[in-house]
């Protein structure tokens, strides 16, 4: 505890001297402690929350033999709920009640005398300013950063570590069990959540209740298949597999499957539920109120054909033990499963890999890949008329980082289909861009001027397809350093979206096409560099993707899939800069052919939004990335141009044209 109480009081007062001596070098400190228990700096007024509460009560929890055999060492509280969702319903967001980090990813343990959290580098700075001194940030992503399962097996001596089964995916837990067992210590399931226990202790601030909005199902002009269709191709992959059922737990691909959406996480048009789909039957587990009549009619197949059976939500575990009793073949789950779904299927029963549905929602259909050029071409006319609006209006009055994102947000609502936004807009200025997923806040949020850099990452839903895009501008004159950090960002986007490539590339492949010309320059980003994008679902979808990681179930990149190109570069205190354009797999001709890998493919821009001349340094840039952007600004100007004509944004189609003359 002296120890603990030490390194709290090193990180804060090496806070203060970092914030008031920036000057001073204090690489050669010889009290070092290790780099990822480091704080950065102090560059906001942002109060850390106080979960002191919750917290206190979940160690008393812990303790508490009506929910745990034995006091435990430790308590894991993972940052999904039982869905492996990586965006949350209010009433799931235990990791932050408990700890007061919001940012999408990351892990807390917690002991009886020390709170950790683990995340990665896109929420290195959120975490600090976030959490208060009870906790330690664990800096995922550096060298010396001990993984969750080094640090439980070299800190406690023995003991059991509780996690609760639903919250951790089966071949997590598998693998974490197996390192702990090693030295000693015992993986164990808490049936109760005891983050739950704790936050019910907080009067003052309860647990919400969980969601129950009516589920609605989308039209097939916009998913291009039926859901009998999607059926029937999961069945083949049955068959192939030799399995008796497969069993969906991501929502995502519940509602892809069926054709459904709903709005029981915040910009995530999806709704808490189960389904399985056997030879004979489609079963969806689902809370009966949110079914309308509407779903009914769309899950029925006209002419007494099959129809999805109805289920209550809770029903599921009963369901998987009947089905196990009553089959005998192969029990299909996703790699991502919980441990409390899977741990009901014996061993040898077990397919534990990624679900058909995820490979074939991945790649886009005619319909869906329609879709998405249409949406873009929407969004991306409302963000011409924000940046227009934005230029004509900074010296009227102060527009902040939430008034600007709350305009923009204005423009899209105005565009057809249009269902809300596809995540909270990271809407920073200045130091605030630093934060990778910064989200504006009261106490925050800064004024857009024109003497510092805005970076704008934002995107919507539409019914016909979602959307994802970062802009960085400068409305006034910006630096020669900023101005070379930009294009070096920009070259990297260029370098990867003018790749050729064989056939089922992995995505790692891929990845240093977008870093190397910061690398040349001892730059670079901590985080990946392209994710997957639903049609009307989550704007971070799997199992294929564009980093350094390798992706376990990455299928290699196809024709049909969309996934974003996001090179950045980020100085702590000072901007952030990141160009995101969503791109499609296409297949490319190439000069020569040969029988192994026939298919080469390439990437086509979808968003259409210009990249600011001003920020760019020519002299840095080839011919061929010249050519490359002009042509992306005449393709700008083809398809955004027509809708803000036809909308009469006189202003903004000036504006348009303005931003995409040829450079060089």
């Not at 992959?237 to 029981?264: H, P, Q």
């Not at 510092?452 to 350093?481: C, F, K, M, N, W």
């Not at 009307?536 to 376990?552: A, D, Q, T």
């Amino acid at each position: 505890q002296a120890y603990n109480c030490l390194i709290h009081f090193y990180k804060r007062m090496r806070s203060l001297l970092l914030l008031h001596c920036p000057s001073r070098n204090h690489t050669n400190n010889r009290y070092k402690i290790p780099s990822y228990l480091y704080t950065a700096k102090l560059c906001s007024t942002m109060t850390p929350k106080d979960n002191s509460m919750v917290l206190s009560g979940l160690r008393k929890v812990m303790k508490d033999k009506r929910y745990v055999q034995e006091p435990l060492a430790a308590y894991i509280v993972p940052s999904c709920d039982a869905h492996n969702s990586e965006y949350l319903a209010d009433v799931d967001t235990r990791r932050e009640a408990v700890s007061g980090f919001s940012g999408s990813a990351g892990t807390a343990i917690v002991t009886q005398s020390q709170a950790l959290m683990w995340t990665d580098g896109r929420y290195h700075l959120q975490a600090v300013k976030e959490m208060d001194i009870n906790w330690t940030l664990m800096k995922d992503g550096l060298a010396d950063t001990p993984s969750q399962a080094d640090w439980l097996c070299t800190s406690l001596g023995s003991g059991q570590v509780g996690v609760d089964p639903m919250m951790m995916g089966a071949t997590a837990w598998s693998v974490l069990a197996e390192r702990l067992e090693s030295s000693g210590l015992q993986l164990v399931p808490v049936e109760t959540n005891l983050v739950d226990l704790a936050w019910a202790m907080n009067v003052s601030n309860p647990q919400p209740a969980r969601p129950e909005s009516q589920v609605f199902p989308l039209e097939m002009q916009f998913t291009g298949r039926s859901w009998q269709d999607k059926v029937e191709e999961v069945r083949r992959n049955l068959k192939e597999k030799g399995a008796a059922v497969l069993i969906l737990s991501a929502l995502d691909d519940v509602a892809w499957m069926l054709n459904l959406r709903g709005s029981d996480i915040a910009f995530n048009p999806v709704f808490f539920s189960y389904a399985a789909v056997t030879e004979n039957e489609v079963v969806l587990f689902i809370n009966p109120a949110q079914v309308t009549e509407q779903v009914r009619h769309a899950l029925t197949t006209e002419d007494m054909g099959e129809s999805v059976i109805i289920r209550d939500y809770q029903t599921i575990k009963d369901y998987i033990s009947s089905t196990v009793a009553s089959t005998a073949g192969k029990i299909w789950l996703s790699d991502t499963a919980s441990q409390g779904l899977v741990c009901l299927v014996p061993l040898k029963r077990r397919l534990l890999r990624v679900t058909p549905i995820a490979l074939m929602k991945n790649i886009k259909n005619p319909v869906e890949l329609a879709g998405f050029d249409a949406c873009h071409d929407r969004d991306s006319a409302a963000l011409c008329q924000y940046f227009c609006w934005l230029e004509r209006t900074i010296d009227q009055g102060e527009i902040t980082e939430i008034t600007g994102a709350d305009r923009l947000e204005k423009f899209r609502a105005e565009q057809e289909h249009f269902m809300g936004l596809s995540f909270p807009s990271i809407s920073s200025v200045g130091p605030n861009g630093a934060i990778i997923h910064y989200r504006p806040a009261p106490d925050t949020a800064r004024p857009i001027t024109r003497t510092e850099l805005y970076l704008l990452d934002s995107g919507a839903q539409y019914r016909d397809g979602t959307t994802d895009v970062t802009r960085t501008i400068h409305l006034g004159t910006p630096t020669l350093h900023e101005k070379e950090c930009f294009t070096r960002v920009l070259k990297g986007m260029i370098g990867l979206a003018t790749a050729v490539f064989p056939n089922k590339t992995k995505g790692h492949c891929l990845d240093s096409f977008a870093r190397q010309h910061l690398w040349q320059v001892g730059l670079d980003y901590l985080h990946g560099t392209g994710h997957g994008v639903g049609s009307f679902l989550n704007v971070h979808e799997g199992p294929s993707g564009i980093s350094w990681r390798v992706y376990p179930n990455d299928p290699g990149l196809q024709a049909g899939m969309i996934l974003s190109d996001e090179p950045g570069y980020y100085e702590d205190g000072n901007f952030g800069i990141r160009i995101e354009t969503l791109v499609k797999v296409v297949e490319v001709k190439t000069k020569f052919t040969m029988p192994s890998k026939s298919t080469f493919l390439t990437f086509e821009p979808v968003t259409v939004v210009p990249i600011q001349a001003k920020m760019i340094l020519a002299e840095l840039m080839t011919q061929q990335e010249l050519e490359w952007l002009n042509g992306y600004h005449q393709t700008c100007r083809d398809r955004v141009g027509p809708v803000l004509k036809q909308m009469g944004r006189t202003e903004a189609l000036e504006w348009l044209f303005r931003e995409t003359q040829p450079i060089g």
